[in-house]
């Protein structure tokens, strides 16, 4: 079981290269809408282990709080997140010439990607994220929102998948997410270019749902997004939703058996007798279902795997 105890507030917790905020601010006490922002802002938002530290801290908190139905995640000042920070290095050391640093203090076997723990705690976080891309969004800075629900962006905003550039590979899991966002084609044309696009540029096809025309309505748009869905939909549906895309079976028959064991498992539901309810009632409805504890009971339906040295994946380490 995991020791985390979600806050009384979320505006007086302390990190360091990320705020986390209620929307409003003015609130006292946690919101339905939760707003994480990448706060390095003189260095574009570069991504350090601090930060992986700071937004995996957070999504764990936010992941067991039942007051909590949606998250914001934007930057703050004229970029979204420039990368990795290549004054730290790659691996979180610093040579004395200032360059990237080279040396490994592990095995290979047992190092685990800072951008690939960060995108696995979005995508393992029982509440939706809506990414609102402001600005310049490049390597881990665009990589991390790809287990994100929804990705709107500022249409001129600089997007790049530039790790051949870089003498390194995809990370943060994005050869997974990547492909099954655009396909493989378009995939395949912006890691082996490793070009900077404008996010309005066609070779991103359907990644961004919404393109806007400034940073300050992108941000916006994704607010009204997550009150929408904060307001309207279930936790646990929309939880369900998102796994049975990504983990499910590899066939039509397949896929066919699991939906039809979540789905019966759902009927009857606290949730689902809402949903109905308000709909016949003609009203909004009030959905308090959580997971796990409102799963259905073939969730999770997939083999976990063991990522942190005894912490089986579909757990949540202590933070």
């Not at 991504?47 to 039942?66: C, H, K, N, S, W």
Request: with cysteine; hydrophobic share 35%.
């Amino acid at each position: 079981m995991s020791s985390l105890q979600a806050p009384q507030s979320y505006n007086s917790l302390r990190f360091n290269h990320i705020k986390v905020s209620h929307v409003p601010a003015s609130s006292p006490t946690p919101t339905a809408v939760i707003q994480i922002t990448l706060s390095r802002p003189n260095k574009h938002n570069a991504f350090t282990d601090v930060m992986r530290q700071d937004l995996e801290r957070a999504y764990g908190l936010i992941d067991i709080d039942e007051r909590v139905k949606v998250v914001v995640l934007t930057g703050e000042g004229r970029s979204f997140c420039a990368g990795a920070d290549l004054e730290i290095g790659f691996l979180g050391g610093k040579k004395g010439d200032g360059s990237v640093a080279n040396a490994k203090t592990e095995r290979d076997v047992d190092h685990r990607d800072g951008g690939g723990r960060v995108s696995l705690a979005i995508h393992r976080c029982t509440k939706p994220t809506i990414a609102a891309i402001q600005g310049a969004a490049v390597g881990v800075g665009i990589t991390m929102c790809l287990p994100a629900c929804i990705r709107v962006a500022y249409s001129k905003a600089k997007v790049g998948f530039v790790f051949s550039r870089r003498g390194i590979i995809m990370e943060a899991c994005s050869s997974y997410f990547l492909p099954r966002l655009i396909g493989h084609s378009r995939a395949l044309h912006l890691t082996t270019t490793g070009s900077v696009y404008t996010a309005d540029n066609p070779l991103f096809g359907t990644l961004f749902s919404e393109l806007l025309p400034s940073p300050e309505a992108t941000l916006a748009r994704a607010l009204e997004l997550a009150d929408e869905v904060a307001n309207n939909t279930s936790t646990v549906s929309t939880k369900m939703m998102r796994d049975l895309m990504y983990r499910g079976p590899d066939s039509a028959e397949g896929t066919h058996l699991l939906d039809s064991k979540v789905i019966h498992g759902l009927f009857g539901s606290k949730d689902n007798n809402e949903g109905v309810q308000s709909f016949m009632e003609k009203r909004p409805a009030k959905f308090t279902g959580q997971i796990p504890q409102d799963a259905p009971d073939a969730y999770p339906w997939w083999s976990p795997v063991d990522i942190n040295g005894g912490v089986v994946e579909g757990q949540r380490p202590k933070l």
